[in-house]
């Protein structure tokens, strides 16, 4: 088993930056791609971000494109989500993820990942 924790979220300001953290611990061997999705009050969850295993390939929702990074530590086994220009509409908990080396060399869907962490809140004012 993979254990994720994310950590870094919290309330912000519009316009204001934020970095989650998603540390793996466990079975890191099973660790390879990793994703960020999101899920608002009423709303189902959705994608955000994914990185490859050696990090080469990146791949975002269009509305966060420009404003997040997804970023990856493999000697810390952590991926990060770097977060800017926030907008109320980013409003979410956000759920870190992570799919075995069996699966897709960059998965988008949530049904592809096998861990998943806890999830933080981030709130963004207006």
């Known amino acids: 088993q993979v254990q994720l924790v994310e950590s870094g979220g919290g309330l912000v300001e519009t316009g204001g930056s934020l970095r989650l953290s998603c540390a793996a611990s466990?079975?890191?061997?099973?660790?390879?791609?990793m994703g960020w999705f999101r899920q608002s009050p009423g709303q189902k969850r959705e994608f955000v971000a994914a990185?490859?295993?050696?990090?080469?390939?990146?791949f975002y929702e269009d509305s966060v494109k420009g404003r997040f990074t997804i970023s990856r530590d493999n000697a810390e086994n952590t991926s990060y989500l770097q977060m800017s220009s926030l907008v109320p509409e980013d409003t979410a908990v956000y759920y870190c993820?992570?799919?075995?080396?069996?699966?897709?060399?960059?998965?988008?869907?949530?049904?592809?990942?096998?861990?998943w962490g806890q999830g933080t809140q981030v709130t963004v004012s207006s």
């Open positions: 993820a992570v799919s075995a080396p069996r699966g897709s060399f960059l998965p988008l869907l949530d049904l592809e990942y096998d861990y």
């Open positions: 466990g079975r890191t061997g099973d660790v390879a791609a």
């Open positions: 990185i490859t295993w050696n990090g080469g390939m990146t």
